[in-house]
């Protein structure tokens, strides 16, 4: 079917047009940028309107050879974990570019390119079906997103831009060689030479070399999510990211490295997987605690909310590294959860650095009375990353506990510290800011937020509450995909080798919707 | 008597045309009035145009002449093709960038054309002294082109140093052919891939030793390490057209050779001189990669970056087989167009007296003029690997082949050095769109030949990196015609 193809090339119909634009005249740029960042987005709605929640497979399949000497091919299409990481994007994306309505002053033109661009390669990495594929966009992705930083961002940008880079191209490389290995390991046992994903899913590797090969991909992507100790280059990627930038980084582009891992590292190598399930788990929970103390300590408002990425997303990853029903899709609730939140609290902070030109706490305080209306939608989208129940952030956050409870029990109990941490660094966070005397002069002058700015805001905070209030029709859709998921890694660990103990073991029983 | 060998002007065709154009071009000079010499630069990509036309149309013949010294087959016509390009969009940019200089004279034209021909003779002949021919061919035009600015000293240098140098590495290649000649009583390369099948005892030893000096020679050519040393202060003092025609023509000439010698003559020694090129390939990529990282001046970091890059090809030909060949060959036509496309954007931030060659010139460029910053992203994407682009692709295709041939540590080697080179090519990004600067820019659209290789270029990178099908396909068939 044509729609996917259409979603992920759509923005770049507004590349072309933009780059026909003159550089001189902000307002049409800004506008421009912005109705070309609607079409993928109402066209992904349709896509969610034609998707069959009962399918577990792949569905809005389109294939076509690319290289065929490689068998390669343009292979693309959505099943229950890939559907909402791409209304995510595009949701996100006009929200992101009219935020940078107030956010960038100079050279719009680019930036407005660079989103559109990034928007494309990420889209294009959540819907291949190809290892190749997924490589050009999974690399193509980092060239806006270092320009943005590098050109856009805060005093150290530059640092921060090729750190990113040449973190993310370590892994990125390391795992080329390792598809590269796959495929030919493939070629050589059944002929057939093929980038298919679920082609190669049906290969199972000997287990030596699948640990190779996973500690390849696992490497790529962990660096990516990112994952405790490899998480150094986020901080400073975030902070010196303009605010669309933050957004987007934190909003999509750390999606990627654990759709890496559920997508990539885990059904392709089902028997390393399994073994490296409790160190995965291990480190999540360490990059949960150590996040949420980090973060506690950040007299920087953007650091802080950087580091609690840290802290989230390893709920994300213990969550997986459940394997089970709840786990997987707990996982990918809180995926978009903090898709959503970490986005939002991203905005509100550039909303503050916009006015100020400064995000340290110490500058703030008492802002409540100054900015209600801020203040309000800052606690509502502060709440929801806390986990407040009523609000998205809980339901993953639970879904994730429930699942990695009877798998990786002693993790799960520190893990839920985290959750303890991850409220007093938000509130402390919020509280120093917003309440107590605001004496400090230069803040005397803030205005609340413009239109414009509770136009991005609104969309979101509709979002938060309706995944909170009512998750079912999200879960309704990941589930069949994901329960398809992981009993189709069970009979692949059980027919690989019956001799060892594995998944089986430890993997729950499938229950059904009910209780969520 | 030695009796006179017959001669097939079809299969000569190609390189009569060139060498009947290098003196049309040569001799036209004396009309010429004025120091404008575009008529010159006209008159030689015509030429090249026509003996383009006429390889294509040669590509499903398979001719042989002058006692089978030289064959036209797809390999041998793939290089001239590839020459065609090459020299043509040399010359496009140097009809620019030479009013720029004190090179006011038509030699400049005919050189380039004789150097090319030098590299069609290099790809085509399968006779070793032919090959030393070709070679010579073109290096004494290249020796004579480095040194063409002759009242700047560090082109005499770049002249004085190629030319001793290469020399020097000629008196090895040579050596090498001798000693080959010792072992199996002929220079003719069939002939001696026939005999090596029964080489033993001391012949072995003199074909290991013939191996070795061969990969000197040709070692030096490509500029692998440690054979390499000449190449940036050559490639800093020439003029920045011959630096560009070096850096891919004079390299892609001496890997046709290379891979025509080493991996279909010498294949039944592959495993003796595999292990000797695994370990040049790392050091070569390696040495080149970080000593690029510490280079000031573009032209002497795009000369270790294209030392770095003879490591990749090197990977290709351990790699070796039908998929390492033609992932040599398909690497070859992306470098071809990424490096040329670098040059042509170094000679286009240079004005006449001020060469603006020193990295720091780059700040702020990207913003001045979108055109020339989008088509040195471009250029420095591909270069460092990332997709879509030509760069990624070969890599891919190099890499690819050498895992299926079980070099996986030697693809790990090589993809951890593509990282080091991110950073001197993002480096070059970053001056150019995270820094200020005030060199001022010429819009390049005031310079028509210059816009058009730049355009040229940009078009084949980006194209090449989006649909490498077909001219993969070309690549393995030509390589296949060794065989």
Redesign the interface.
């Known amino acids: 079917m044509l729609i996917l193809s259409a979603i992920v090339f759509a923005p770049l119909l507004g590349v072309i047009f933009l780059m026909m634009m003159p550089a001189d005249q902000p307002t049409s740029l800004r506008r421009a940028a912005l109705v070309f960042s609607l079409p993928p987005f109402l066209l992904s709605l349709l896509m969610l309107v034609g998707f069959n929640a009962a399918d577990p497979g792949f569905q809005m399949t389109a294939k076509a050879a690319?290289?065929?000497?490689?068998g390669i091919s343009y292979s693309i299409g959505v099943d229950g974990i890939s559907l909402f990481l791409v209304l995510l994007t595009t949701f996100l994306m006009p929200l992101v570019i009219l935020a940078g309505w107030g956010d960038v002053h100079k050279?719009i033109k680019?930036y407005m390119i660079l989103m559109l661009v990034l928007e494309t390669a990420m889209l294009g990495a959540f819907v291949a079906l190809d290892l190749?594929l997924f490589?050009?966009f999974w690399?193509?992705m980092?060239?806006p997103m270092?320009?943005l930083i590098?050109?856009w961002g805060g005093e150290r940008?530059?640092y921060a831009?090729?750190k990113m880079?040449?973190y993310t191209?370590?892994g990125s490389?390391?795992m080329?060689?390792a598809i590269?290995?796959l495929?030919?390991m493939h070629q050589a046992q059944k002929g057939a030479l093929t980038f298919d994903l679920q082609q190669l899913y049906e290969f199972s590797a000997p287990l030596r070399t699948q640990r190779w090969l996973f500690a390849a991909f696992a490497l790529a992507f962990a660096i990516k999510v990112p994952m405790f100790p490899l998480h150094t280059w986020l901080p400073d990627a975030h902070t010196e990211a303009p605010t669309g930038g933050s957004v987007i980084l934190a909003g999509v582009l750390l999606k990627m490295g654990t759709y890496g891992f559920l997508r990539f590292a885990i059904p392709l190598f089902p028997l390393a997987a399994h073994e490296a399930l409790p160190i995965i788990a291990g480190l999540a929970t360490v990059g949960i605690v150590y996040g949420a103390l980090v973060s506690m300590v950040q007299p920087d408002l953007k650091r802080l909310v950087a580091y609690s990425s840290v802290s989230h997303l390893g709920f994300v990853m213990l969550g997986m590294a459940a394997l089970n029903s709840e786990g997987v899709q707990g996982s990918l609730y809180q995926m978009l959860n903090h898709g959503l939140s970490t986005g939002a609290l991203f905005l509100c902070v550039g909303v503050i650095y916009e006015r100020r030109h400064t995000r340290l706490i110490e500058e703030f305080g008492g802002l409540w009375a100054q900015l209600p209306v801020y203040a309000s939608i800052f606690m509502v989208v502060m709440l929801s990353s806390v986990g407040l129940p009523g609000l998205n952030g809980f339901v993953g956050e639970f879904l994730i506990l429930l699942g990695s409870f009877g798998v990786h029990r002693g993790a799960t109990v520190v893990a839920v510290s985290g959750v303890v941490l991850g409220a007093v660094y938000l509130m402390w966070m919020y509280q120093r800011v917003m309440f107590g005397p605001n004496d400090n002069p230069k803040n005397h002058v803030l205005k609340d937020l413009s239109a414009r700015e509770i136009l991005v805001f609104v969309p979101i905070l509709v979002m938060l509450f309706v995944m909170g209030m009512y998750p079912r029709p999200f879960l309704s859709r990941m589930e069949p995909s994901v329960n398809a998921y992981l009993s189709r890694l069970q009979q692949r660990m059980a027919a690989a080798d019956s001799g060892v103990q594995l998944l089986a073991a430890d993997a729950q029983p499938e229950i059904g919707g009910g209780g969520r | 008597m030695i009796p006179a060998p017959d001669i097939s002007y079809i299969a000569l065709l190609p390189m009569l045309i060139l060498t009947v154009t290098a003196v049309v071009t040569l001799v036209a000079d004396l009309w010429m009035e004025g120091p404008d010499r575009e008529g010159l630069g006209w008159i030689g990509l015509a030429g090249l145009v026509v003996t383009a036309i006429t390889a294509i149309a040669m590509w499903n013949t398979r001719l042989s002449t002058l006692s089978e010294t030289l064959v036209v087959d797809r390999y041998g016509l793939f290089f001239t093709l590839l020459f065609c390009v090459v020299s043509g969009l040399t010359l496009l940019m140097s009809m620019s960038y030479l009013e720029t200089t004190e090179i006011q004279t038509g030699d400049y034209y005919s050189l380039v054309l004789f150097s090319s021909l030098g590299m069609v003779l290099m790809a085509t002949a399968t006779d070793l002294i032919v090959i030393f021919l070709g070679l010579e061919v073109m290096s004494i035009a290249a020796y004579a082109l480095a040194g063409l600015a002759r009242s700047e000293l560090r082109s005499n240098e770049a002249a004085l140093k190629y030319f001793l140098l290469g020399a020097f590495a000629s008196g090895f290649l040579l050596f090498g052919i001798a000693l080959l000649y010792g072992a199996t009583g002929n220079t003719a390369l069939p002939e001696i891939g026939r005999r090596l099948t029964t080489v033993a005892g001391e012949q072995r030893l003199l074909v290991m030793a013939g191996m070795g000096l061969l990969i000197v020679g040709f070692g030096f050519k490509i500029a692998a390490v440690p054979f390499h040393v000449w190449a940036p202060d050559v490639y800093e003092g020439s003029p920045t057209s011959v630096t560009a025609l070096m850096a891919v023509g004079i390299k892609a000439a001496a890997f046709a050779a290379f891979a025509r010698v080493f991996m279909h003559t010498l294949v039944v020694f592959k495993a003796d001189w595999t292990s000797v090129l695994w370990v040049l390939a790392v050091l070569t990529m390696t040495v080149g990669n970080v000593t690029a990282l510490m280079q000031r001046n573009i032209k002497r970091m795009l000369a270790y970056s294209s030392v770095a890059h003879a490591g990749y090809l090197l990977v290709g030909m351990v790699a070796g087989g039908p998929d390492g060949g033609s992932a040599v060959l398909f690497y070859l036509i992306g470098y071809a167009f990424m490096t040329l496309g670098a040059f042509a954007v170094v000679i286009a931030l240079g004005h006449r007296g001020q060469a603006n060659e020193n990295l720091d010139d780059y700040a702020g460029v990207g913003?001045r003029s979108p055109f020339l910053g989008a088509a040195m992203t471009v250029f420095m994407?591909s270069l460092s690997?990332?997709?879509?682009l030509a760069g990624?692709v070969g890599k891919?295709y190099i890499?690819?082949a050498a895992?299926?041939s079980g070099y996986?540590w030697l693809?790990?080697i090589g993809?951890?050095n593509?990282?080091v080179s991110?950073?001197y090519y993002?480096g070059v990004?970053?001056r150019m769109?995270?820094?200020e600067g005030t060199v001022e820019v010429t819009a390049p659209s005031s310079r028509p030949y210059l816009f058009a290789t730049l355009l040229l270029t940009v078009v084949g990178t980006v194209l090449l990196g989006l649909f490498?099908?077909s001219l993969?396909?070309v690549a393995?068939q030509s390589f296949l015609a060794l065989h």
């Open positions: 690319w290289i065929p000497a490689f050279r680019e190749f490589y050009v690399e193509a980092l060239v270092y320009f590098g050109v940008r530059i831009a090729i880079f040449l191209m370590v490389l390391l080329l060689v590269l290995t495929v030919w | 913003f994407l690997g990332i997709p879509p990624f891919f890499f690819s895992v299926k996986t693809a790990i993809v951890l593509s990282v991110v950073y993002v990004l970053v769109y995270m820094t490498p099908s993969f396909e393995r």
